[in-house]
């Protein structure tokens, strides 16, 4: 079955400090990749996405993520993590044959420290 | 300009009532999406609309739930008779087209809890 895993329940980072989260997905037919991230009792907000192109993705608040066709993987990075950054964050694939339907991964908590 | 609108922010309810949750898409969106989050099962899509019209509604999990969506600004989902274990976080989504490549815009959700 297509899916997205995110490996990390949790992922801790000093302020000031890159950070990564972690997103691989299944081999199916060409992939269309999202980020979204979601803050304390409310909705999911749209980070970023790889359609096609360049593999490096840039997006909202100065995160980006690579894309890595070999890996099957879509790992988020920021080079300066901010305490504000402090969220849950979900990995999300669509494939192109499927139309509408996300399937999202299940989350990362990202907790950033002073 | 407006996100995508839903209400009410929190029920609570008991066995067996019925649960009618609202959705306004932003406007000039023709793709809707209802999803639920739990701690156990993560994120599900429950059911997409596009062009008003159901597309896809094979994660609605029970007869007991129903969506529709009479015009392009609103639908409802509907919970009848509502369970314990539909507690969850349930969020409609919105985007321009159901193309593969438009990314979804959520809603705030709607926190149910049924006693």
């Known amino acids: 079955a297509q899916s997205v895993a995110q490996p990390e329940d949790q992922v801790n980072v000093a302020e000031g400090n890159p950070l990564t989260v972690k997103c691989t997905y299944s081999?199916?037919?060409?992939?269309?990749l999202f980020w979204y991230v979601q803050y304390p009792n409310r909705g999911l907000q749209f980070l970023l996405k790889y359609i096609t192109g360049d593999n490096l993705v840039k997006g909202s608040y100065g995160f980006e993520a690579e894309f890595n066709k070999s890996q099957t993987s879509f790992h988020l990075k920021k080079p300066s993590a901010l305490v504000s950054d402090s969220a849950l964050y979900f990995c999300a694939v669509r494939y192109r044959n499927q139309g509408g339907k996300l399937i999202f991964g299940q989350g990362t908590e990202l907790s950033v420290k002073p | 300009d407006a996100g995508v609108i839903q209400s009410p922010r929190h029920e609570v309810t008991e066995m067996g009532q019925e649960v009618t949750l609202r959705c306004k898409p932003i406007s000039g969106h023709n793709s809707l999406f209802w999803y639920r989050q739990t701690m156990m099962r993560g994120l599900e899509l429950l059911i997409y609309?596009?062009?008003?019209?159901?597309?896809?509604d094979s994660g609605m999990p029970e007869d007991r739930f129903s969506a529709k969506m009479p015009n392009a600004s609103f639908s409802t989902l509907k919970i009848q008779p509502s369970e314990p274990r539909d507690s969850a976080v349930y969020f409609c989504?919105?985007?321009?087209?159901?193309?593969?490549?438009?990314?979804?815009?959520f809603g705030p959700g709607t926190r149910l809890t049924v006693l």
């Open positions: 609309f596009n062009n008003n019209v159901p597309i896809d």
């Open positions: 989504a919105s985007s321009l087209g159901a193309g593969a490549a438009n990314e979804q815009f």
């Open positions: 081999v199916s037919g060409n992939p269309y």
